[in-house]
């Protein structure tokens, strides 16, 4: 990924901590560096510019419970993969990221066995993770980890509450949820418009960032001073074509839980209309034949 490149997001719907609005969002050095209706010269110096002529959606980065290194194995009642190397871990790994960048999952949250796997592929990709862990297993204790111990969920020292009452599933919603299950869905966004009769889409989207808030990552709204994780959707294309002409019907677009076109983490864009940027996919055949086999 180029490292410093400046994004300009003209013309396009967004989520501020006040309101949804129309305009512009540049990026520079990894964050937001201004938003508004309007912008100043030297935004339009930047490297990377989208020009969406009012038909584009952007929202932060989603957070939320998702497969890593089971992604490919999902549903397959593949338990034991004792048998892997460490190197064909890390190619399920791979997978795993790139599914969860290109459904919009900007800061992933794995509760795996492999989970120091996880966190070095993470930090070679340049990407964001966070894990549930049980407390005092990792050696590797860099970045987000939530600690489980006697079913009660913690950050930093900060007690959530119990596991039971802090994390749910689609199907599962209650008042005292905080982080979204999303394991074994696959593509996220979209499983979840089967349920916008349990939430309103902005409940769910203050569900989907709220790992941000517990962690201080973000506010989970687009604002100057945040970090760049965002995600955004063109409604130019005929199978995403929508109407927003207010607040009203942004909500009700995102109610559809459309994947995205475009993500930025950490202001780099990781994925362009089916292009992974960030993560190179490798063949995973090899490795499942390999666990066929077992």
């Keep these: 990924m180029a490292s410093g490149v400046r994004v300009l997001l003209g013309n396009l719907w967004f989520p501020t901590r006040e309101e949804v609005v129309k305009g512009y969002i540049f990026v520079e050095n990894g964050r937001v560096g201004f938003t508004g209706s309007s912008i100043e010269p030297e935004h339009e110096l930047s490297e990377l510019q989208y020009d969406f002529q009012g038909w584009?959606?952007?929202l932060h980065g989603f957070s939320a419970i998702v497969d890593i290194v089971e992604f490919p194995l999902r549903m397959l009642g593949v338990k034991d993969t004792s048998i892997l190397s460490r190197s064909e871990v890390e190619m399920l790994a791979e997978a795993g990221f790139a599914n969860a960048i290109a459904s919009g999952v900007t800061m992933p949250i794995a509760f795996t066995r492999h989970a120091e796997v996880v966190l070095s592929v993470a930090r070679r990709l340049g990407v964001k993770v966070a894990v549930v862990s049980s407390r005092g297993v990792l050696s590797d204790t860099t970045g987000y980890i939530f600690e489980l111990e006697n079913s009660v969920l913690s950050f930093r020292d900060s007690v959530l509450g119990y596991y039971s009452d802090v994390v749910c599933t689609p199907?599962?919603?209650?008042p005292s949820c905080r982080?979204?299950?999303?394991?074994?869905?696959?593509?996220?966004?979209?499983v979840l418009a089967a349920f916008i009769d349990s939430m309103d889409s902005r409940g769910f989207y203050r569900l989907l960032t709220e790992p941000y808030r517990i962690t201080g990552e973000s506010t989970?709204?687009?604002?100057?001073?945040?970090?760049?994780d965002i995600q955004v959707v063109d409604l130019r294309n005929p199978l995403k074509a929508s109407i927003i002409e207010s607040e009203a019907?942004?909500?009700?677009t995102l109610s559809r839980f459309m994947p995205p076109d475009?993500?930025?983490v950490n202001g780099e864009v990781v994925y362009e209309k089916g292009e992974h940027i960030a993560v190179v996919l490798k063949d995973l055949t090899r490795i499942l034949e390999k666990l066929q086999s077992r």
């Design 220 to 228: 989970g709204f687009i604002e100057a001073g945040s970090p760049a």
């Design 56 to 58: 584009g959606l952007a």
């Design 171 to 174: 199907r599962s919603l209650k």
């Design 262 to 264: 475009i993500v930025l």
């Design 249 to 252: 019907g942004y909500w009700s």
């Design 179 to 190: 982080i979204l299950d999303l394991r074994g869905a696959g593509s996220t966004l979209q």
